[in-house]
Protein backbone atom coordinates (compact mmCIF):
# COMPACT_ATOMS: atom_id res chain seq x y z
CA UNK A 1 0.00 0.00 0.00
CA UNK A 2 1.85 3.22 -1.20
CA UNK A 3 -1.08 5.61 -0.71
CA UNK A 4 -1.77 8.41 1.60
CA UNK A 5 -5.59 8.43 2.10
CA UNK A 6 -7.42 11.85 3.24
CA UNK A 7 -11.20 12.15 4.29
CA UNK A 8 -13.07 14.40 3.16
CA UNK A 9 -12.72 14.75 -0.46
CA UNK A 10 -15.01 18.33 0.03
CA UNK A 11 -15.83 20.17 3.25
CA UNK A 12 -18.12 23.21 3.38
CA UNK A 13 -18.20 25.02 7.17
CA UNK A 14 -19.60 27.78 8.80
CA UNK A 15 -17.04 29.97 11.14
CA UNK A 16 -18.56 28.69 14.32
CA UNK A 17 -18.40 25.27 13.39
CA UNK A 18 -16.21 22.49 14.85
CA UNK A 19 -15.22 20.20 12.19
CA UNK A 20 -12.14 17.29 11.37
CA UNK A 21 -9.94 16.29 8.58
CA UNK A 22 -8.71 13.18 8.56
CA UNK A 23 -5.25 11.29 7.15
CA UNK A 24 -4.25 8.20 6.72
CA UNK A 25 -1.27 6.18 5.55
CA UNK A 26 0.03 2.20 5.99
CA UNK A 27 2.99 2.77 4.68
CA UNK A 28 5.29 2.88 7.91
CA UNK A 29 6.36 6.20 7.54
CA UNK A 30 6.72 8.01 10.61
CA UNK A 31 6.78 11.24 10.13
CA UNK A 32 3.47 13.49 8.82
CA UNK A 33 2.98 16.53 7.27
CA UNK A 34 0.18 19.13 6.77
CA UNK A 35 0.39 21.47 4.11
CA UNK A 36 -2.43 24.21 3.30
CA UNK A 37 -2.37 25.26 -0.63
CA UNK A 38 -4.27 28.29 -2.05
CA UNK A 39 -5.55 28.40 -5.84
CA UNK A 40 -2.16 28.11 -8.34
CA UNK A 41 0.37 28.19 -5.41
CA UNK A 42 2.59 25.69 -4.10
CA UNK A 43 2.12 23.83 -0.60
CA UNK A 44 2.89 25.78 2.28
CA UNK A 45 4.05 23.49 5.85
CA UNK A 46 1.38 23.80 8.66
CA UNK A 47 2.85 20.99 11.18
CA UNK A 48 5.13 17.93 10.71
CA UNK A 49 4.84 15.07 13.03
CA UNK A 50 7.83 12.88 14.15
CA UNK A 51 7.42 9.16 15.71
CA UNK A 52 4.08 10.85 16.52
CA UNK A 53 5.26 13.83 18.24
CA UNK A 54 4.91 17.22 17.28
CA UNK A 55 7.97 18.33 15.62
CA UNK A 56 7.55 21.85 13.42
CA UNK A 57 4.72 24.23 13.72
CA UNK A 58 4.83 26.63 11.06
CA UNK A 59 3.47 29.48 13.28
CA UNK A 60 -0.06 28.42 12.48
CA UNK A 61 -2.72 29.98 14.28
CA UNK A 62 -4.65 27.92 17.14
CA UNK A 63 -8.04 27.62 15.40
CA UNK A 64 -6.06 24.56 14.01
CA UNK A 65 -4.99 21.81 16.12
CA UNK A 66 -3.32 18.79 14.90
CA UNK A 67 -3.45 16.08 16.21
CA UNK A 68 -1.11 12.09 15.80
CA UNK A 69 -3.78 9.54 17.55
CA UNK A 70 -0.80 6.98 16.16
CA UNK A 71 1.37 6.14 13.20
CA UNK A 72 -0.80 5.67 10.86
CA UNK A 73 -2.95 8.87 11.76
CA UNK A 74 -2.90 12.71 11.71
CA UNK A 75 -6.05 14.92 12.18
CA UNK A 76 -6.81 18.35 11.36
CA UNK A 77 -8.86 19.84 13.89
CA UNK A 78 -10.67 23.05 12.99
CA UNK A 79 -12.55 25.56 14.98
CA UNK A 80 -13.39 29.35 14.66
CA UNK A 81 -12.13 29.25 10.90
CA UNK A 82 -12.37 32.46 8.88
CA UNK A 83 -13.40 32.65 5.07
CA UNK A 84 -9.83 32.67 4.36
CA UNK A 85 -8.70 29.70 5.47
CA UNK A 86 -10.37 28.43 2.43
CA UNK A 87 -8.28 26.22 0.90
CA UNK A 88 -6.98 22.67 -0.52
CA UNK A 89 -5.53 20.81 2.96
CA UNK A 90 -2.91 18.20 2.05
CA UNK A 91 -1.52 15.32 4.00
CA UNK A 92 1.96 13.85 3.12
CA UNK A 93 3.93 11.00 4.79
CA UNK A 94 7.94 10.18 4.35
CA UNK A 95 9.94 7.51 6.23
CA UNK A 96 11.62 8.63 9.51
CA UNK A 97 14.39 5.98 9.73
CA UNK A 98 18.12 6.49 9.38
CA UNK A 99 20.12 9.58 8.98
CA UNK A 100 18.61 10.35 5.48
CA UNK A 101 15.62 8.47 5.52
CA UNK A 102 13.62 11.60 6.05
CA UNK A 103 15.43 13.13 2.79
CA UNK A 104 13.22 10.34 1.06
CA UNK A 105 10.09 11.46 -1.11
CA UNK A 106 7.23 13.15 0.47
CA UNK A 107 4.10 10.65 -0.60
CA UNK A 108 0.77 13.42 -0.86
CA UNK A 109 -3.05 12.28 -0.37
CA UNK A 110 -5.50 13.87 -2.77
CA UNK A 111 -5.91 16.57 -0.33
CA UNK A 112 -9.29 17.75 1.34
CA UNK A 113 -11.12 21.09 -0.44
CA UNK A 114 -12.45 23.16 2.66
CA UNK A 115 -14.79 25.98 1.81
CA UNK A 116 -15.39 28.50 5.22
CA UNK A 117 -19.12 30.49 4.82
CA UNK B 1 16.83 30.52 3.89
CA UNK B 2 16.49 28.39 1.01
CA UNK B 3 14.82 30.19 -2.34
CA UNK B 4 13.18 28.17 -5.06
CA UNK B 5 12.66 30.15 -8.35
CA UNK B 6 10.30 29.14 -11.60
CA UNK B 7 10.39 31.65 -13.76
CA UNK B 8 7.93 30.33 -16.55
CA UNK B 9 4.68 30.20 -14.77
CA UNK B 10 2.69 29.16 -18.01
CA UNK B 11 3.80 26.81 -20.84
CA UNK B 12 2.54 24.86 -23.70
CA UNK B 13 4.04 21.56 -25.75
CA UNK B 14 2.80 20.02 -28.58
CA UNK B 15 1.91 16.48 -28.16
CA UNK B 16 5.12 14.30 -28.90
CA UNK B 17 7.54 17.22 -28.34
CA UNK B 18 9.99 17.89 -26.07
CA UNK B 19 9.74 20.44 -23.27
CA UNK B 20 12.00 22.18 -20.84
CA UNK B 21 10.95 23.66 -17.40
CA UNK B 22 13.83 25.74 -15.53
CA UNK B 23 14.32 25.84 -11.97
CA UNK B 24 17.06 27.43 -10.14
CA UNK B 25 17.25 27.66 -6.19
CA UNK B 26 19.49 28.96 -3.83
CA UNK B 27 21.22 27.50 -1.02
CA UNK B 28 24.18 27.67 1.29
CA UNK B 29 23.86 24.59 2.11
CA UNK B 30 26.01 21.64 0.51
CA UNK B 31 23.92 18.54 1.07
CA UNK B 32 20.33 18.45 -0.44
CA UNK B 33 18.22 16.98 -2.47
CA UNK B 34 16.15 18.76 -5.61
CA UNK B 35 12.49 17.02 -6.81
CA UNK B 36 10.12 18.12 -9.34
CA UNK B 37 6.57 17.28 -8.32
CA UNK B 38 3.68 16.77 -10.79
CA UNK B 39 -0.17 18.41 -9.78
CA UNK B 40 -2.65 17.42 -12.23
CA UNK B 41 -5.96 18.79 -12.08
CA UNK B 42 -7.58 15.96 -10.32
CA UNK B 43 -5.29 17.37 -7.37
CA UNK B 44 -2.93 14.47 -6.30
CA UNK B 45 0.74 15.97 -6.04
CA UNK B 46 3.06 13.03 -7.36
CA UNK B 47 6.88 13.09 -7.68
CA UNK B 48 8.33 12.77 -10.80
CA UNK B 49 12.22 13.03 -10.12
CA UNK B 50 14.40 13.15 -7.32
CA UNK B 51 18.33 14.52 -7.20
CA UNK B 52 20.58 13.96 -4.77
CA UNK B 53 23.04 17.23 -4.43
CA UNK B 54 26.31 14.70 -4.46
CA UNK B 55 25.51 12.98 -7.31
CA UNK B 56 26.47 14.63 -10.89
CA UNK B 57 24.56 12.35 -12.80
CA UNK B 58 21.54 13.44 -13.93
CA UNK B 59 18.93 11.63 -12.66
CA UNK B 60 16.41 10.27 -15.58
CA UNK B 61 12.64 8.32 -15.49
CA UNK B 62 11.65 7.25 -18.44
CA UNK B 63 10.47 9.89 -20.55
CA UNK B 64 11.53 12.25 -17.90
CA UNK B 65 14.93 13.67 -17.29
CA UNK B 66 16.62 16.76 -15.60
CA UNK B 67 19.79 18.63 -15.98
CA UNK B 68 21.13 19.13 -12.89
CA UNK B 69 24.39 22.18 -12.74
CA UNK B 70 25.60 22.46 -8.99
CA UNK B 71 27.92 25.30 -9.35
CA UNK B 72 25.01 27.29 -11.47
CA UNK B 73 21.93 25.99 -8.88
CA UNK B 74 20.12 25.09 -11.80
CA UNK B 75 17.69 22.23 -11.92
CA UNK B 76 15.54 21.91 -14.99
CA UNK B 77 13.22 19.20 -16.36
CA UNK B 78 13.09 18.12 -19.51
CA UNK B 79 9.69 15.93 -20.78
CA UNK B 80 10.34 13.76 -24.16
CA UNK B 81 7.52 12.92 -26.26
CA UNK B 82 4.73 15.15 -24.30
CA UNK B 83 1.47 13.35 -23.35
CA UNK B 84 -2.12 14.80 -22.71
CA UNK B 85 -1.12 13.04 -19.35
CA UNK B 86 1.20 15.45 -18.63
CA UNK B 87 -0.99 18.12 -18.46
CA UNK B 88 -0.29 19.75 -14.91
CA UNK B 89 1.22 21.86 -12.67
CA UNK B 90 4.78 21.31 -11.81
CA UNK B 91 6.49 22.22 -8.69
CA UNK B 92 10.07 22.36 -8.54
CA UNK B 93 11.07 21.57 -4.75
CA UNK B 94 14.33 21.65 -2.40
CA UNK B 95 15.30 19.65 0.81
CA UNK B 96 18.24 20.62 2.79
CA UNK B 97 19.96 17.93 4.60
CA UNK B 98 18.79 17.11 8.37
CA UNK B 99 15.53 19.03 7.18
CA UNK B 100 12.08 18.50 7.20
CA UNK B 101 10.73 21.84 4.91
CA UNK B 102 10.35 21.20 1.52
CA UNK B 103 10.82 24.34 0.09
CA UNK B 104 8.90 24.82 -3.25
CA UNK B 105 8.87 27.10 -6.32
CA UNK B 106 5.31 28.94 -7.50
CA UNK B 107 5.11 26.14 -9.59
CA UNK B 108 4.82 26.07 -14.44
CA UNK B 109 1.41 25.18 -15.43
CA UNK B 110 2.29 23.09 -18.49
CA UNK B 111 -0.61 22.65 -20.96
CA UNK B 112 -0.11 19.76 -23.89
CA UNK B 113 -1.68 20.15 -26.97
CA UNK B 114 -3.22 17.58 -28.67
Known amino acids: DTEVTQTPKHLVMGMTNKKSLKCEQH?????MYWYKQKAKKPPELMFVYSYEKLSINESVPSRFSPECPNSSLLNLHLHALQPEDSALYLC????????????????FGPGTRLTVL | AQTVTQSQPEMSVQEAETVTLSCTYDTSENNYYLFWYKQPPSRQMILVIRQEAYKQQNATENRFSVNFQKAAKSFSLKISDSQLGDTAMYFCAFIGAGSYQLTFGKGTKLSVIP
Open chain 1, 92 to 107: ASSQEEGFAAHLDEQF
Open chain 1, 27 to 31: MGHRA
